[in-house]
């Protein structure tokens, strides 16, 4: 039974529900360090350790031309393109995708030259992106103007993917991005973008709900019933 | 005087609360024209609210169990949110893992590091989040948490010897005056701390 005494570090990165063990379930809130850095080596991704992101797409910008035939005098064009993706492969199948619409260049007979994955600075300052756009519908293709705010462009992308899936039901592979810029604040569009670009702006918190710090103590099974509302001093009652 | 805490008086009470905290009409979050009509809304009460200079705590994530201030509002899900001296580097976090304070900094929105670095040291913002209530909580929780085996039973001792002082302070005051049909009187179940020794005090830092 010694090894169950032992905190042991956990071979593989399991989700905290297949850990099945008695050991983890049992813990109580104080931590031992070696568990608490564990646990932030485990949420920690690619990003800086505190960073909370959407993020689902990338950018990245590719170049490419044209194999050159032998006997051509001039040199193939080269063409630049910037691009939303989740990774290189998905980019680099975009990038040809639109080479042979725009351009007659197929990927068999082309060659990409670059791909540089386009990493912003972290977030200081909230932006608005307004993103045009062109998607497929069921019925038909459609031209949309979406505004954003987000503190890096990767950010307000991942919100309109997200955005366009819940509203119109459209999927990545059927959006196109046919611009993208920062909007200053006096060309904001949309009301409800323009509304929290206000200083002023405020509101209460409500339906609040107290959860576990870390999802590490999320319990299975609990003694108690479900607390469903968390009483805070919000009111002046 | 006597207070008497029946039902009427707490109907009172509420309804007194709700008077005082009716405040000049303002527009909220989602603009009013966009929806055609004037849409009106009195703070309804709270306190509260998520705006830039509001101090708020971690209560999820990395950070958790941090105290940061709202920099600026994303959307009505997310903040930008910055702690200098308070360990918190400035990042984007999403307002299901924050808990608000009652403190408010005056800060403009998208205030830089440096600038609410300084602020929060004029306003001595962690010696006040200190001497909150919910902090001295919070740091007596992490002190019971804390406690070794031979401590727990230092306070199980001493919570019995309490319990026995109480006990025995109202069989006192029981003896002494008789209970009346139709008064309630707010019994003290707190003893008097002045009267009794320093074993009181749990946290024996």
């Known amino acids: ?237 | 005087l006597f207070f008497f805490f029946n039902d009427t008086a707490t109907t009172e009470i509420y309804t007194r609360s709700i008077v005082g905290s009716v405040r000049c009409v303002q527009e909220t979050g989602i603009n009013a024209e966009y929806m055609g009509i004037k849409y009106i809304r009195d703070y309804m009460g709270f306190k509260r609210f998520v705006q830039a200079g509001r101090v708020a705590y971690i209560n999820y994530g990395v950070d958790h169990g941090k105290v940061c201030v709202i920099v600026e509002v994303i959307n009505s899900t997310r903040v930008l949110v910055d702690g200098p001296t308070l360990g918190v580097p400035r990042q984007v976090i999403s307002l299901r893992r924050l808990a608000l304070t009652d403190h408010l900094l005056k800060v403009a929105k998208g205030i830089h590091t440096k600038s609410l670095e300084a602020i929060i040291k004029k306003e001595d913002l962690v010696k006040k989040i200190g001497e909150s209530s919910w902090a001295k909580k919070l740091a007596a929780q992490k002190r019971r948490a804390e406690l070794n085996d031979f401590e727990r039973f230092q306070v199980m001792m001493l919570k019995r010897q309490k319990a026995y002082l109480v006990n025995k302070d109202v069989a006192q005051t029981h003896a002494k005056k008789p209970k009346k049909a139709g008064k309630k009187e707010a019994k003290p179940k707190e003893a008097k701390s002045s009267q009794y020794p320093d074993i009181f005090h749990f946290t024996q830092n």
């Open chain 1, 1 to 237: 039974f010694f090894f169950l005494m032992i905190r042991r570090p956990p071979r593989s990165t399991q989700g905290v529900s297949s850990a099945a063990s008695d050991v983890y379930k049992r813990q109580v809130s104080t931590q031992s360090t070696w568990d608490f850095q564990w646990c932030q080596r485990r949420s920690m991704g690619k990003e800086s350790k505190s960073q909370f992101s959407l993020k689902k797409v990338k950018q990245y910008i590719l170049v490419g031309r044209a194999k050159p035939v032998a006997g051509q005098k001039e040199e193939p064009k080269v063409y630049r393109m910037r691009v939303f993706a989740p990774n290189t492969v998905i980019a680099k199948s975009k990038f040809w995708t639109l080479m042979r619409k725009q351009k007659k260049i197929k990927h068999t007979g082309g060659e990409l030259i670059a791909i540089h994955e386009v990493i912003e600075n972290p977030s200081k300052s909230v932006k608005v992106y307004g993103i045009v756009l062109r998607y497929q519908s069921r019925t038909g293709y459609h031209n949309m103007y979406k505004e954003y705010r987000d503190t890096n462009i990767c950010g307000a992308m991942s919100q309109m993917y997200m955005d366009m899936a819940g509203r119109h039901r459209a999927r990545e592979e059927t959006i196109h991005i046919v611009r993208t810029c920062v909007v200053p604040e006096s060309k904001i569009k949309r009301a409800e973008t323009k509304s929290f670009t206000n200083g002023n702006v405020k509101f209460p918190l409500l339906n609040r709900i107290s959860r576990p710090p870390i999802k590490k103590f999320k319990a299975f099974a609990r003694a108690k019933r479900p607390t469903l509302f968390l009483q805070q001093n919000n009111s002046d009652s």
